[in-house]
């Protein structure tokens, strides 16, 4: 096997000096597909390799803990791709004989052999072997046409194909078969970056997957025509949006014997004069301006120090726009204020419009409501809020966006 190997090794290696630019297309796809082809070969040798030594125990005879600790200081790899390669091992190990074949032979990849393996096995339990003999056929068949996320579609009602005596039952039991893969394979990975960022990573089940699309979806859109956010980035934004709902909201458990909350420590003439950062209670650091922003929000408390580390005032929640003061502003501003923005109430910070820090009342003349982007984007831009005559908030563009800077207002909520 070690010669084979080092031959093909041998063999892949000199294709990086094969002159592609001079190829034809015909002759490029074809290596294409050759290629493809090799990489199911391989991939299917080294799930060989892997169940193998699972099953011999090799990695925990040289000190490791698992198989998947020791793929991952052997190859160098993550640790969920070394936990996956054991996993699609023991899929492969325990698949029919025709699925093994097919990967072998380079006519499925290794994602379809998991969907092909998991369907033959409700097959196989529903209707019988000789079933599930025709439904690995069928599916062999099918993976030359669809990946694995439409296999494993089609593969929901393969019994209409193989067993259509027993398909409508069967297919109850596939959607539990589904349902319990889902609660199973549910996770999410919160990894702490240096710099005190988050990098989540995860899989959710169907019914978390339909409630987190519920609540993102409708904070995703572009904010309006100057809003240069990627989708990734309002992806971000929703997501913070979402966890400062359930902040305001007041109904998380308790933690530590406090309520939930976020408290950021700056001293007083930082926050005053724009210097320097505050610190999350989390370790992490923030920009003096992020700390002007949070602190309008009643759901973040900051922890003001003086000079020698003497605690001032943690949140004044009595200087905060909470309770009927709040449900005030509601009433007037009915959502965010900000001129074309639909966001609603209960989406919303209250903003100061004189900074508490520079001696502004907490009273509703000194107050609008801000979803969560608007309310960054008035605390790094020139756009200046004020109330109008009739009491309402109005915003007075920078001169760049219109030389008049004419005041303007929002009308969506005027509509309702």
Same mark, same amino acid.
């Given at each position: 096997?070690?010669?084979?190997?080092?031959?093909?090794?041998?063999?892949?290696?000199?294709?990086?000096?094969?002159?592609?630019?001079?190829?034809?297309?015909?002759?490029?796809?074809?290596?294409?597909?050759?290629? +493809?082809?090799?990489?199911?070969?391989?991939?299917?040798?080294?799930? &060989?390799?892997?169940?193998?030594?699972?099953?011999?125990?090799?990695?925990?005879?040289?000190?490791?803990?698992?198989?998947?600790?020791?793929?991952?200081?052997?190859?160098?790899?993550?640790? #969920?791709?070394?936990?996956?390669?054991?996993?699609?091992?023991?899929?492969?190990?325990?698949?029919?004989?025709?699925?093994?074949?097919?990967? &072998?032979?380079?006519?499925?990849?290794?994602?379809?052999?998991?969907?092909?393996?998991?369907?033959?096995?409700?097959? +196989?339990?529903?209707?019988?072997?000789?079933?599930?003999?025709?439904?690995?056929?069928?599916?062999?068949?099918?993976?030359?046409?669809?990946?694995?996320?439409?296999?494993?579609?089609?593969? $929901?009602?393969?019994?209409?194909?193989?067993?259509?005596?027993?398909?409508?039952?069967?297919?109850?039991?596939?959607?539990?078969?589904?349902?319990?893969?889902?609660?199973?394979?549910?996770?999410?990975?919160?990894?702490?970056?240096?710099?005190?960022?988050?990098?989540? &990573? #995860?899989?959710?089940?169907?019914?978390?997957?339909?409630?987190?699309?519920?609540?993102?979806?409708?904070?995703?859109?572009?904010?309006?025509?100057?809003?240069?956010?990627?989708?990734?980035?309002?992806?971000?934004?929703?997501?913070?949006?979402?966890?400062?709902?359930?902040?305001?909201?007041?109904?998380?458990?308790?933690?530590?014997?406090?309520?939930?909350?976020?408290?950021?420590?700056? $001293?007083?003439?930082?926050?005053?004069?724009?210097?320097?950062?505050?610190?999350?209670?989390? #370790?992490? +650091?923030?920009?003096?301006?992020?700390?002007?922003?949070?602190?309008?929000?009643?759901?973040?408390?900051?922890?003001?120090?003086?000079?020698?580390?003497?605690?001032?005032?943690?949140?004044?929640?009595?200087?905060?726009?909470?309770?009927?003061?709040?449900?005030?502003?509601?009433?007037?501003?009915?959502?965010?204020?900000?001129?074309?923005?639909?966001?609603?109430?209960?989406?919303?910070?209250?903003?100061?419009?004189?900074?508490?820090?520079?001696?502004?009342?907490? $009273?509703?003349?000194?107050?609008?409501?801000?979803?969560?982007?608007?309310?960054?984007?008035?605390?790094?831009?020139?756009?200046?809020?004020?109330?109008? #005559?009739?009491?309402?908030?109005?915003?007075?563009?920078?001169?760049?966006?219109?030389?008049?800077?004419?005041?303007?207002?929002?009308?969506?909520?005027?509509?309702?």
């Amino acid at each position: 096997m070690i010669d084979a190997l080092e031959l093909a090794e041998t063999a892949v290696a000199a294709c990086f000096d094969a002159a592609t630019w001079a190829a034809t297309e015909h002759d490029l796809v074809a290596a294409l597909d050759a290629t +493809h082809r090799l990489e199911q070969r391989l991939a299917a040798v080294k799930l &060989t390799l892997v169940r193998e030594l699972d099953g011999r125990g090799t990695a925990t005879a040289q000190g490791a803990s698992s198989t998947a600790v020791w793929l991952r200081d052997r190859l160098r790899l993550g640790v #969920g791709a070394a936990r996956r390669l054991v996993e699609l091992a023991a899929v492969l190990d325990a698949a029919p004989a025709g699925v093994r074949d097919a990967l &072998t032979d380079g006519l499925v990849n290794v994602e379809q052999v998991r969907v092909i393996a998991e369907t033959v096995g409700t097959v +196989h339990t529903v209707a019988g072997a000789q079933a599930a003999d025709k439904a690995v056929g069928v599916l062999v068949d099918w993976a030359a046409q669809f990946d694995a996320t439409l296999l494993r579609k089609l593969g $929901s009602r393969i019994l209409d194909h193989v067993a259509p005596e027993v398909a409508d039952a069967a297919a109850q039991v596939a959607l539990q078969a589904e349902e319990s893969r889902a609660v199973r394979d549910r996770h999410v990975t919160v990894s702490e970056q240096p710099d005190g960022r988050l990098r989540l &990573t #995860g899989t959710l089940d169907t019914e978390a997957a339909a409630l987190l699309r519920a609540v993102i979806d409708p904070l995703t859109a572009p904010a309006g025509p100057d809003d240069t956010r990627t989708p990734g980035q309002r992806r971000h934004d929703a997501l913070a949006d979402v966890c400062r709902l359930a902040l305001r909201a007041g109904e998380l458990p308790e933690h530590g014997g406090d309520t939930t909350q976020l408290v950021v420590t700056t $001293s007083y003439d930082v926050l005053r004069q724009h210097l320097d950062a505050g610190t999350l209670d989390t #370790g992490g +650091h923030l920009i003096p301006e992020a700390v002007r922003r949070l602190a309008c929000d009643a759901s973040i408390l900051p922890a003001i120090l003086g000079g020698t580390g003497q605690v001032l005032d943690v949140g004044r929640q009595r200087r905060l726009i909470t309770g009927p003061l709040r449900r005030a502003l509601v009433l007037r501003d009915r959502g965010c204020a900000f001129p074309g923005c639909d966001r609603p109430p209960r989406w919303c910070d209250a903003h100061h419009l004189l900074h508490w820090t520079d001696g502004g009342p907490t $009273s509703l003349d000194n107050a609008v409501l801000l979803c969560g982007h608007h309310h960054r984007h008035i605390h790094h831009s020139d756009w200046v809020v004020q109330l109008g #005559g009739d009491g309402r908030p109005e915003f007075r563009p920078p001169a760049w966006l219109d030389p008049d800077q004419l005041p303007r207002r929002n009308h969506y909520h005027r509509r309702r």
